[in-house]
Nanobody
Framework: VQLVESGGGLVQAGGSLRLSCAAS????????MGWYRQAPGKQRELVAT????????NYADSVKGRFTISRDNGKNTMYLQMNSLKPEDTAVYSCVAIDGRLIPTITWGQGTQVTVSS
């Protein structure tokens, strides 16, 4: 599986961005996809996950009600719609794909920078 993110950038507080994560390769093996983020000097944080083809989603408390994770299985793409952005959302956002094998393989994208100005 290969993952390529896009959609990051600079936005003012209160604005919106949509991140995309395009998957290719052995996509049939993917069970869970998600987004992580890491801000400078901070630990990597799980932002949102989507399991079972998108039927089950989970969010970090810090983004609930503002971010929405979705998957377009026809396009093999996952999205993260981010609304009401705050400066503390500034981070490198990376998508991740986890397959359903007994010993899972985890694939990471290259990351995309999101910067929210106050």
């Amino acid at each position: 599986v290969q993952l390529v993110e896009s959609g990051g950038g600079l936005v003012q507080a209160g604005g919106s961005l949509r991140l995309s994560c395009a998957a290719s390769g052995s996509i049939f093996s993917i069970n869970t996809m998600g987004w992580y983020r890491q801000a400078p000097g901070k630990q990597r944080e799980l932002v949102a996950t989507s399991t079972s083809g998108g039927s089950s989603t989970n969010y970090a408390d810090s983004v609930k009600g503002r971010f929405t994770i979705s998957r377009d299985n026809g396009k093999n793409t996952m999205y993260l719609q981010m609304n009401s952005l705050k400066p503390e959302d500034t981070a490198v956002y990376s998508c991740v794909a986890i397959d359903g094998r007994l010993i899972p393989t985890i694939t990471w994208g290259q990351g995309t920078q999101v910067t929210v100005s106050s």
